[in-house]
């Protein structure tokens, strides 16, 4: 599984975004599939999961409330629209596929064995 995360970008505080995920791969559809963020100097974070199906989600409480996920997987892809954006949202966002048949949310790093390369998002005051 190959994966190309694009969207990011500069806006000013209180904007949108939305990130977009395209998978390669026939799997995509069973697989859960996540975001994280990781801000300059800091760990990287897990921001929000999906089932694969799309019926489960779980957001971070930083986030929860003004990022939404979908996905359409008619189209290999995974969504972050992400709206009332702080500056504490600066961070490379990365989008992540569990491995193989595996549909259920989570928020652990591990969990996750596919890494798109990340798309910067900045957020001014």
């Known amino acids: 599984v190959q994966l190309q995360a694009s969207g990011g970008g500069l806006v000013q505080a209180g904007g949108s975004l939305r990130l977009s995920c395209a998978a390669s791969?026939?799997?995509?559809?069973?697989?859960?599939m996540g975001w994280f963020r990781q801000a300059p100097g800091k760990e990287r974070e897990f921001v929000v999961g999906?089932?694969?199906?799309?019926?489960?989600?779980f957001y971070a409480d930083s986030v929860k409330g003004r990022f939404t996920i979908s996905r359409d997987n008619a189209k290999n892809t995974v969504y972050l629209q992400m709206n009332s954006l702080k500056p504490e949202d600066t961070a490379v966002y990365y989008c992540?596929?569990?491995?193989?048949?595996?549909?259920?949310?989570?928020?652990?790093?591990?969990?996750?064995?596919?890494w798109g390369q990340g798309t910067l998002v900045t957020v001014s005051s």
């Open positions: 999906i089932s694969n199906s799309g019926d489960r989600t």
């Open positions: 791969g026939r799997t995509f559809g069973n697989s859960a």
């Open positions: 992540a596929s569990r491995p193989g048949f595996i549909a259920g949310v989570s928020s652990r790093e591990e969990h996750y064995a596919y």
